[in-house]
Structure formats: C-alpha cells, structure tokens
C-alpha cells in the first residue's frame, strides 16, 4: 500500500505516478500508459526525489539527495529513466523552466551557495534562505551559463518559473513576498 502519491499527465495517454518527496524515504517513480494499461517503473531508491517533465513528456529533471537531506542535485533522465545524467547543479525542479522551443534547455533559480537545510523537506516548511542566481542549463551538452545574479540585497525564492512566448523574459513567483517578477534573460 502506497500513501501520498503524486499523479501527473506527461502526454496524452501517459501518467507520471511517484511517491511524496522527502529526504528520509526513499522515492520511486512509475509511468502508466493508459492505451496499453502497463505501470512501469521508471526510477527508484531517490532520496529527495521531486521532479519536473518536459512539456511532451520525453524526459524530466528530477533531484536527488543522501537519506540525510543533503548533497542536493539535479539530474536529467529519459521517460524509463534509463539515461540519467547530472546537470552539475543543486535546486530543485520546482525553480526550473524547460524551453518550449527546446526541451533540451531549461532555465532554473540556482542558490549562489546551498544552504545547509534539509532537501527538499525544510524547503517545503518555508526554512530555505537564500542567494539565488538565474542559470541557463544544456542538458545535452552539459553547458551551463550564468544569465543572471540578483543583488545581495534582494532575497529571492523563484518558484513557478514561466517563460514568455518569445523566449527573452523569465517570470516567477517569489514566494518570499508572493509577488511575481520579470527578468530580461536575451
């Protein structure tokens, strides 16, 4: 019997089904083909898993931590997560963005240095402080590039990050003061 599941569509005929993300149990991930009505597994044994789907459902990034909360990460993987790939950053996949015109690319909120909390649990209970700084990633390519660093004044916590339609202004919400914002990223 599993409690506190997480359901999501990722195509038209597939469903993303994981357990609730915590650093002290370890996560799995299935993918449920309604046509075929095969539940597969596509990740397992992830502590701090929380993840995030590319808008055709091809592949996700997802985070990962030790049974302690710690040494966050953020990996990439395929639909079976046969090809998992670490993107060599620490956030979570709730402040990150794929391109719609590249599933390839993805824009995330990057703290300039992890706090020392609990993954993902204390970020969830509103305990995360931090620099944040604005990362273009190549998923492919394993390019990362620093589009911008908010100044030491201002405190940060993008979430639900958007991208407008032409691709050159990054929106989200700072769920520090719940006021969304704009930034110029090209």
Same mark, same amino acid.
Request: proline share 6%; charged share 15%; aromatic share 10%.
């Given at each position: 019997r599993v409690k506190d599941i997480r359901?999501? /569509?990722?195509?038209? *005929?597939?469903? %993303?089904?994981?357990?609730?993300?915590?650093a002290f149990v370890s996560n799995v991930l299935w993918v449920l083909n309604t046509e075929t009505q095969k539940l597969l597994p596509a990740l397992s044994q992830i502590y $701090?898993?929380?993840?995030? /789907?590319?808008? $055709? $459902?091809?592949?996700?990034?997802?985070?990962?931590? *030790?049974?302690? $909360? %710690?040494?966050?990460?953020?990996? @990439?993987?395929?639909? @079976?997560g046969t090809e998992v790939k670490n993107t060599n950053t &620490? @956030?979570?996949?709730? +402040?990150?963005?794929?391109?719609?015109?590249?599933?390839?690319?993805?824009?995330?909120?990057?703290?300039?240095? &992890?706090?020392d909390i609990v993954w993902p649990d204390d970020y969830y209970k509103y305990l995360y402080s931090a620099q944040e700084q604005i990362w273009s990633l190549n998923l492919v390519t394993g390019k990362n590039d620093l589009l911008y660093e908010f100044k030491d004044s201002l405190s940060f916590d993008a979430t639900?990050?958007?991208?407008?339609?032409?691709? *050159? #202004?990054l929106v989200f919400l700072n769920? +520090?003061?719940?006021?969304? #914002?704009?930034?110029?990223i090209k």
């Open positions: 359901v999501e /569509w990722i195509s038209s *005929n597939q469903i %993303a089904i994981s357990t609730a993300p915590s $701090g898993f929380t993840m995030k /789907w590319a808008p $055709g $459902g091809s592949k996700l990034v997802f985070s990962q931590t *030790n049974s302690k $909360g %710690a040494n966050l990460a953020l990996f @990439t993987t395929n639909q @079976t &620490a @956030t979570l996949p709730e +402040k990150c963005v794929f391109s719609a015109q590249d599933e390839n690319i993805i824009f995330c909120a990057v703290p300039k240095s &992890a706090p639900d990050l958007t991208l407008s339609p032409q691709e *050159n #202004y769920k +520090k003061d719940n006021q969304i #914002y704009s930034l110029k």
